[in-house]
């Protein structure tokens, strides 16, 4: 994973609360290997029509929020089913950053593990966040996890809490192979000291 540590970037309104992980990634395309190609199934029922044509009525579709990497949503979002594909989508699509009022408890575990930061604030701050997006289409926020902050485009400043554990995750770019690995000295440790207490238990 890249590590996270400052992130300023377009910033896109994603206003409707409760949006499930079916709405970001449907179900049809689970099947489908990740080198397919996941950011081209991000919502895609909403952002192509039956032919394969963008809707120009979806935001993402807009010019001015094209390049975004931090989507700023709605309450509850990413309930539903327990797909892992749908962080895929956002990350393989170049997102860094999801900020709401709260999220799925499975994809918000999920976005550790892949290097998305999901962010929670107040509803009243996020409401008013993506109004400022609305009103400046293409405008940027920053994303600073050091800091533990979130500044939007009108420059006011949000801090956020996060558990140490996730932010290291993510300030480190590890993954859960390469944070096992950050202690391989102290496990092989152990091993030894095991081994050595209980030598009757050592598989042959």
């Known amino acids: 994973m890249e590590p996270y540590k400052r992130l300023t970037a377009v910033a896109v309104p994603l206003d409707d609360a409760n949006i499930d992980t079916g709405r970001i990634f449907p179900s ?9 190609g996941y950011h081209n199934f991000l919502f895609r029922d909403a952002r192509f029509d039956e032919a394969g044509n963008e809707r120009p009525d979806f935001i993402m579709n807009r010019a001015p929020y094209r390049p975004a990497r931090i989507a700023v949503t709605g309450a509850n979002f990413a ?3 327990s797909r892992e594909p749908a ?24 976005c550790f593990r892949n290097g998305l930061l999901p962010v929670v604030l107040p509803e009243a701050d996020v409401l008013e ?34 558990d140490p554990a996730r932010k290291l995750r993510l300030t480190k770019g590890l993954d859960d192979a390469a944070l096992a690995l950050e202690y391989v000295g102290e496990i092989e ?6 081994h050595a207490a209980w030598p009757w238990a050592v598989s042959r």
Request: hydrophobic content about 35%; glycine content about 8%.
């Open 28 to 36: 049809r395309f689970l099947r489908k290997l990740r080198s397919a």
């Open 129 to 162: 966040l993506r109004r400022q997006l609305h009103e400046k289409p293409g405008a940027q926020m920053t994303v600073d996890l050091d800091e533990q902050r979130v500044q939007g485009p009108d420059g006011r400043n949000h801090p956020f809490e996060i």
């Open 79 to 81: 309930c539903g089913s």
């Open 189 to 194: 440790r152990f091993e030894e000291r095991h």
């Open 87 to 110: 962080v895929y989508a956002f990350v393989d699509a170049g997102f860094r950053c999801v900020v709401a009022p709260s999220f799925g408890e499975i994809f918000f575990s999920n």
